[in-house]
């Protein structure tokens, strides 16, 4: 429930008006004036996104922020600004960026461009200054009137003061005989209505005639520190300290002592306005407050903070780096964590004591999918300089990881190669050069680059056979294996790769595995065997609180067993990774329910966003989601490239049976253009999968195209498609034209379609909604194009359109 808004009935219309007539409104005043509270009063309720700003100090912090308050990220090539445009378009929401510094930030022409490439955006800034920007309305919110010497003794100044003195358990006020004395305080705060409730707590404290007249908030906050007893005092000043909200176990190693000993420290604090409490539960501080705060703080206090927070990170961190689950109780104090670790890193004496907390925290964070945080985290342990040789190279090996599932495949590399040069000097430089070897692996696999995952993989292996890194080693050959439809020896990998008797030790090992087993299942038709394989891995891993493993086995149950309730996950907070195999099953329900334009505009985000993030494997099976969906819309031309592309795709990667579902997807397209060779082309999907013992499921089982007797011998080659199949197949759809060559033929046929709608003027969004597909889909078409036709402006395209028209 909000407090009062008390006397600002004039600014809450004023504000109400402005958001009503414009886009951007910057609510301006002193620290403490209560400009936060008037926009909580006024701000529509349920479509408000909150940002603290207080602590950003860049443009590219503000856009990171508020990207995070509406649960948006960028995606691999993207920018923090277009990323944020569409976060913001098209939805009936107001950004608040609270307590915003414009001129540190220089944030001022970023939300003038985020207002003008959008249409219906609309943000709410609350600060000391404005920003000038033409897009700009202003609302000033000032102290509260203080009654002068001669006029009655009331009014929102006087009744707040009142309240505050009830509230803290002060004496009843008699405004006739203590008027001299309400007076005399109230002059002195100004009118700021956080001046008002710390001079109104120390009359309820000291009584009015005791209590310090203050003209300034630090002066408040001067006179509220030397009220308290010294444990408490020590208590502002330390938490003052921190940068962020922290529970009572986090406050309690601060203070150095018991947690319920600090739950009546900080009870104290919060009972006198100097700490808030969260809608978690957790403690914090206004920054003008916090400011102060540190002003008072003393050395000791600061290496006490330091202390403290290490001692709670190394308590609470895992003890093995290996182990960590998603619901690890310090993941809610997690920004104390990171400050800890940093804070310790940052110091050369117990920058070995950061890197291990690092190291130890990883598990949790990778398995309950937070990559972000686990990058920030590891880059900043490896920024603040070398650490102990062997730990050092695990940290650069685990951001490598969680680089390439935030920024794309192989950004990660670089870190892996840092690894590789902590490994010289570690006891063993075997053992650590196999374990970045087989994160390498796992790097190419992503990308699809088959061969040199298992490279890498045996190279792992060879490096230290009996070493740690061996079982994810051979799972990830399972999974190679798996995927070129080496079913015997993805098999015998797997059994490999899972413990001969129970660990604590990486079980998500021995379920990755299980899962690679299911998948085999389902390629060569054992469906039963499949769903019940999937069920139990995602049972054993809800179990032991394996998120990421959890969610990954899920989606391949979701697609292959109807009567499966599937858990509810946040798509937007998944690293890349796991996010485009759920939004393709996203896709792909869509597709069963017969909404084919929401199923091809999924697949075509899906597509965009795994051919920027480099995620082979994900970009063929998206672009046979959105072949699929095409060819339900009649869209036969541009499924006829998209399966064509993913044909390519598919024999470059060495994934046959996924070559098997486009040849059958372009069989189901040639008989529907009456083509000859409709026949052949199932006759080849059927050539790759039956030396396989695989068999037609998901989408191939859609086109029941009758294959020929045989596949036309310069197609095949052994198992596989031969080095000219793809050329030959893609001859038969082309269509001999007598019309004169254009600029425009090398561009595709969606790409055709983006570049004729922006000669019509409309903006992407406008194209998104009318091609059923993204605006980020539409940019990355609009990549494309200025590359191909080498332009760099719509203006241009457009131009170049109407003159080949």
């Known amino acids: 429930m909000l407090s009062p808004c008390l006397g600002r009935d004039d600014v809450r219309r004023a504000l109400a008006q402005a958001l009503e007539e414009s886009r951007w409104v910057t609510v301006v005043g002193p620290p403490g004036s209560g400009k936060t509270l008037v926009v909580r009063h006024v701000a529509p309720e349920g479509t408000t996104c909150w940002v603290d700003a207080r602590s950003l100090r860049s443009t590219d912090e503000v856009l990171v922020a508020a990207l995070a308050s509406l649960d948006a990220e960028t995606a691999p090539g993207d920018s923090l600004l277009g990323a944020l445009g569409r976060a913001v378009d098209g939805h009936d929401l107001v950004l608040v960026l609270d307590g915003l510094d414009l001129d540190a930030t220089g944030a001022g022409p970023v939300l003038q461009s985020v207002l003008e490439s959008t249409s219906d955006a609309r943000v709410v800034v609350t600060a000391r200054t404005t920003a000038g920007e033409p897009h700009e309305s202003v609302v000033r919110v000032g102290?509260?009137?203080?009654?002068?010497?001669?006029?009655?003794?009331?009014?929102?100044?006087?009744?707040l003061f009142l309240r505050r003195i009830r509230s803290a358990g002060g004496q009843p006020v008699?405004?006739?005989?203590?008027?001299?004395?309400?007076?005399?305080?109230?002059?002195?705060?100004?009118?700021?209505?956080?001046?008002?409730?710390?001079?109104?707590?120390?009359?309820?404290?000291?009584?009015?005639?005791?209590?310090?007249?203050?003209?300034?908030?630090?002066?408040?906050?001067?006179?509220?520190?030397?009220?308290?007893?010294?444990?408490?005092?020590?208590?502002?000043?330390?938490?003052?300290?921190?940068?962020?909200?922290?529970?009572?176990?986090?406050?309690?190693?601060?203070?150095?002592?018991?947690?319920?000993?600090?739950?009546?420290?900080?009870?104290?604090?919060?009972?006198?306005?100097?700490?808030?409490?969260?809608?978690?539960?957790?403690?914090?501080?206004?920054?003008?407050?916090?400011?102060?705060?540190?002003?008072?703080?003393?050395?000791?206090?600061?290496?006490?903070?330091?202390a403290g927070l290490l001692t709670w990170a190394e308590s609470h961190a895992p003890e093995h780096d290996n182990y960590g689950a998603a619901d690890a109780e310090w993941l809610r104090d997690l920004p104390a964590m990171r400050h800890a670790v940093l804070t310790a890193?940052?110091?050369?004496?117990?920058?070995?004591?950061?890197?291990?907390?690092?190291?130890?925290?990883?598990?949790?964070?990778y398995t309950s999918m937070r990559a972000r945080e686990a990058l920030e985290v590891l880059e900043g342990a490896l920024a603040s300089g070398d650490g102990p040789s062997e730990i050092g190279a695990q940290i650069a090996r685990r951001a490598g990881i969680a680089a390439s599932e935030m920024r794309g495949?192989?950004?990660?590399?670089?870190?892996?190669?840092?690894?590789?040069e902590h490994a010289s000097a570690a006891p063993r430089p075997e053992e650590q050069l196999a374990k970045t070897a087989s994160i390498r692996a796992e790097m190419h696999l992503d990308a699809g680059d088959l061969a040199s995952a298992e490279r890498e993989a045996k190279r792992a292996i060879d490096l230290d056979p009996e070493g740690s890194m061996r079982r994810q080693a051979t799972r990830t050959l399972a999974d190679v294996y798996a995927s070129q439809g080496r079913f015997a020896e993805a098999a015998q990998a797997a059994g490999d790769a899972m413990p001969a008797r129970s660990s604590r030790d990486e079980r998500w090992i021995d379920l990755s595995a299980r899962t690679v087993l299911a998948r085999i299942a389902l390629e060569q038709g054992r469906v039963a065997e499949a769903v019940a394989g999937?069920?139990?891995?995602?049972?054993?891993?809800?179990?032991?609180?394996?998120?990421?493993?959890?969610?990954?086995?899920?989606?391949?149950?979701?697609?292959?067993?109807?009567?499966?309730?599937?858990?509810?996950?946040?798509?937007?907070t998944l690293p890349w990774a796991v996010r485009l195999p759920v939004l393709a099953q996203d896709g792909r329900?869509?597709?069963?329910?017969?909404?084919?334009?929401?199923?091809?505009?999924?697949?075509?985000?899906?597509?965009?966003?795994?051919?920027?993030?480099?995620?082979?494997?994900?970009?063929?099976?998206?672009?046979?989601?959105?072949?699929?969906?095409?060819?339900?819309?009649?869209?036969?031309?541009?499924?006829?490239?998209?399966?064509?592309?993913?044909?390519?795709?598919?024999?470059?990667?060495?994934?046959?049976?996924?070559?098997?579902?486009?040849?059958?997807?372009?069989?189901?397209?040639?008989?529907?253009?009456?083509?000859?060779?409709?026949?052949?082309?199932?006759a080849a999907a059927f050539a790759l999968r039956t030396p396989r013992l695989a068999v037609r499921w998901g989408y191939s089982a859609d086109y029941d195209v009758a294959p020929a007797h045989r596949a036309p011998e310069e197609w095949i080659n052994g198992d596989d498609l031969s080095a000219e199949a793809v050329a030959l197949i893609t001859a038969i759809f082309n269509r001999a034209t007598t019309s004169a060559p254009s600029v425009l033929d090398t561009l595709t046929a969606a790409e055709r379609q983006v570049a004729d709608r922006v000669s019509h003027g409309l903006t992407s969004r406008q194209i998104a909604e009318e091609l059923f597909v993204s605006p980020r889909t539409v940019d990355a078409h609009l990549t494309h194009i200025y590359r191909k036709l080498d332009i760099n402006t719509r203006a241009r395209l457009a131009a170049l359109v109407v003159d080949n028209r």
């Open 143 to 159: 102290p509260l009137p203080v009654p002068h010497s001669r006029a009655p003794l009331d009014g929102p100044a006087v009744e």
């Open 174 to 306: 008699d405004l006739t005989a203590q008027a001299h004395e309400v007076r005399r305080l109230l002059s002195a705060t100004g009118g700021l209505p956080l001046l008002i409730e710390q001079v109104a707590v120390q009359s309820a404290l000291v009584g009015l005639s005791n209590a310090m007249s203050t003209v300034s908030l630090d002066q408040a906050v001067d006179s509220a520190h030397d009220l308290l007893d010294d444990a408490s005092a020590t208590a502002l000043r330390r938490i003052g300290l921190l940068d962020f909200p922290a529970g009572l176990g986090v406050l309690a190693q601060v203070l150095e002592v018991s947690v319920p000993e600090a739950a009546e420290l900080v009870g104290n604090l919060v009972r006198r306005s100097l700490v808030e409490v969260d809608h978690r539960g957790q403690f914090d501080m206004l920054s003008p407050i916090r400011g102060r705060a540190r002003v008072l703080a003393r050395e000791d206090d600061s290496v006490a903070v330091d």
């Open 345 to 365: 890193c940052a110091n050369p004496e117990t920058r070995a004591d950061g890197y291990s907390v690092a190291n130890r925290i990883f598990s949790s964070l």
């Open 409 to 420: 495949t192989y950004e990660g590399l670089w870190l892996l190669d840092r690894a590789d």
């Open 534 to 572: 999937a069920r139990a891995v995602v049972v054993e891993a809800r179990e032991l609180a394996e998120d990421r493993v959890c969610l990954l086995a899920e989606t391949l149950l979701r697609g292959i067993d109807p009567a499966w309730q599937a858990t509810e996950v946040v798509r937007e």
């Open 589 to 682: 329900d869509l597709l069963v329910r017969g909404e084919a334009r929401q199923a091809a505009g999924l697949a075509a985000d899906v597509v965009a966003l795994a051919d920027s993030a480099r995620l082979g494997r994900d970009a063929v099976e998206a672009r046979l989601l959105l072949g699929r969906a095409l060819v339900d819309l009649g869209d036969l031309d541009q499924a006829t490239t998209t399966y064509l592309t993913a044909l390519e795709q598919a024999r470059t990667m060495q994934l046959p049976l996924r070559a098997a579902d486009v040849l059958d997807g372009l069989a189901g397209v040639a008989r529907l253009r009456e083509l000859s060779e409709a026949r052949s082309l199932a």
